[in-house]
């Protein structure tokens, strides 16, 4: 009997907390995680802030204030939104530019110098500049679409090789895109060169194949510029890189795969205009931002795992990951308390992740909070049946519906996002839906979403780093094998003392590397370490 009891009281919670877009055919369901009425009236006035400061991002209130921006990728998918004609003109004409161009690439009227088509893309970019363009590839690229595209995103050059392997025999086919804001980000930069010394070694202009997208004037911008790049595209300084999917940075190579960027931005603006409604219940994104606040007592202490059932959506929560994590992991609070914001971020996919993970979650650390993201639409055509009027997408579905209610029964909350197929109008509102939500959820906690000083930190960090190796290497050219000094030694003759640690593992880097460095003495004991000069 309380079985049935406990059946029907959810059952109406579902009712009660259920949203649905009638637009877009899709439903969200927080009925799954414990919250109550008293939670809701208590975070009301948080809420009306929340949504009066969206309004004035939307008008072109600065909200980055490290930089002195606006924040505009609203803007993005209504231009009619944009605070003044420049930019509204800035955006519809880069959609514009970018349909003509991917026309033209793929008709053969833009072709490589030797004639014919382009057959491949490689896209060199890092955080937002890669995430996105490549959740939507891994959503939505045809299986034969007309640019196979392929990324480079890190400066590993193992990892950029690879990449380059996969297009040997075609690399006088393949266009290149280099994605960077400043164009002084040290990991597009990188790939840039390593990709151009490769093309120059096979005696291609690199400039005949490189498109930029970059801010106007930046460094990259004049490069491409001068030396005479296909094309350049804006990046807007008032998008930032975890919301720039919809911008030149996401747009363009999803054009170039033919996937459809005007359904992208139909479904996100509808998003948009649901999300706009200054009411808890009948706003996704505030539902979703009141679940993450209920789950985390408001501080973040809850985990949110993303279980996309659908290969497809694979991507999905690493998208999210830098999304949620740069937007809302803060050490201050707008006040400039500490507070140290921020929910962590991972997942994989359903029902994979039966089979690894979901153990801990049934009944390990109750750390986290469960996101399942639901596809009702099985595949393009029929199913054949694997069991008498069972097919494998019912199997799927049971995959989900079971495991959400094993993790509810044993004190596990959950959100169900489910959505009817994985289009280009579902993903970009899947992309809007979140984008608003953690503007929410950030105004509630009373952090800044917009910036990101960490990050920034760990650059500056980075180049102390080379500048270190820089000082080193020049001191070293000053010894020989035959007279090696000691790590502190070298240290100190640099100027830098209290970086010996450092200095060591620059070293031991190089000396990998074949580059110069000979070490004698044990390993086992770094200080015991002598190191000199090679010259090769």
Do not use: C
């Not at 877009?24 to 414990?34: E, K």
């Not at 992208?264 to 993450?292: C, F, Q, S, V, Y």
């Not at 899947?430 to 800044?448: F, Q």
């Amino acid at each position: 009997m309380a079985t049935v009891a406990t059946g029907t009281l959810l059952w109406q919670r579902y009712q009660d907390w259920l949203y649905y877009h009638p637009g877009l055919g899709l439903y969200l369901d927080i009925s799954r995680m414990r919250f109550d009425d008293a939670l809701v009236s208590q975070l009301q006035p948080k809420f009306v802030k929340a949504f009066a400061d969206m309004v004035a991002l939307e008008a072109g209130a600065i909200a980055n204030p490290d930089e002195q921006r606006m924040v505009g990728h609203y803007w993005l998918r209504n231009p009619d939104l944009a605070p003044t004609p420049e930019i509204k003109t800035e955006i519809t004409s880069t959609i514009e530019a970018i349909a003509d161009f991917v026309r033209k690439i793929h008709s053969g009227a833009i072709h490589p110098p030797q004639g014919g088509k382009f057959t491949d893309l490689i896209t060199i970019g890092i955080g937002g500049s890669a995430l996105g363009p490549q959740f939507v590839a891994e959503a939505l690229a045809p299986d034969r679409p007309p640019l196979n595209i392929h990324f480079i995103d890190n400066s590993d050059p193992a990892g950029i090789d690879r990449v380059l392997s996969r297009v040997e025999d075609r690399l006088d086919t393949t266009l290149v895109m280099v994605i960077s804001k400043s164009g002084g980000t040290p990991e597009p930069r990188n790939g840039m060169l390593e990709v151009r010394a490769v093309y120059q070694a096979q005696n291609l202009n690199f400039a005949a194949y490189a498109v930029a997208v970059t801010g106007v004037g930046s460094h990259l911008d004049g490069v491409a510029s001068s030396q005479g790049w296909i094309a350049r595209f804006p990046m807007p300084d008032w998008v930032g890189g975890r919301t720039s999917e919809l911008s030149s940075v996401g747009l363009l190579p999803a054009a170039l795969q033919g996937i459809d960027i005007q359904g992208m931005l139909a479904g996100a603006k509808e998003m948009d205009i649901a999300t706009r409604n200054p009411n808890i219940k009948t706003n996704p994104a505030a539902l979703l931002a009141l679940a993450w606040y209920a789950s985390g007592n408001g501080k973040g202490e809850k985990d949110m795992v993303v279980l996309p059932y659908k290969d497809s959506l694979l991507l999905f929560s690493r998208y999210l990951q830098q999304l949620v994590m740069e937007s809302l992991g803060k050490e201050d609070d707008l006040d400039g308390n500490k507070v140290y914001q921020g929910i962590a971020v991972y997942g994989n996919k359903g029902s994979t992740d039966q089979h690894a993970y979901v153990q801990q979650l049934r009944e390990g650390i109750p750390n986290f909070f469960l996101t399942f993201i639901e596809v009702l639409n099985d595949r393009a055509g029929e199913s054949p049946e694997i069991d008498p009027g069972v097919t494998s997408g019912d199997y799927l579905s049971g995959f989900l519906q079971g495991t959400r209610q094993a993790l509810y029964e044993n004190s596990r909350d959950s959100i169900t996002v489910t959505i009817p197929s994985v289009t280009p109008q579902t993903v970009g509102a899947l992309i809007a839906l979140y984008e608003r939500a953690v503007g929410l959820y950030a105004s509630i906690v009373n952090v800044n979403a917009y910036h990101q000083p960490g990050v920034e930190a760990g650059k500056k960090a980075a180049a102390v780093i080379i500048q270190l190796q820089t000082d080193a290497v020049q001191a070293l050219k000053e010894t020989t094998i035959a007279s090696p000094i000691t790590l502190a030694e070298l240290a100190a003759k640099i100027g830098a003392p209290d970086r010996v640690e450092a200095i060591y593992k620059i070293l031991r880097h190089l000396q990998a590397n074949d580059r110069g460095i000979a070490f004698t003495g044990n390993s086992a004991h770094p200080g015991s370490l002598r190191v000199a000069w090679i010259d090769n």
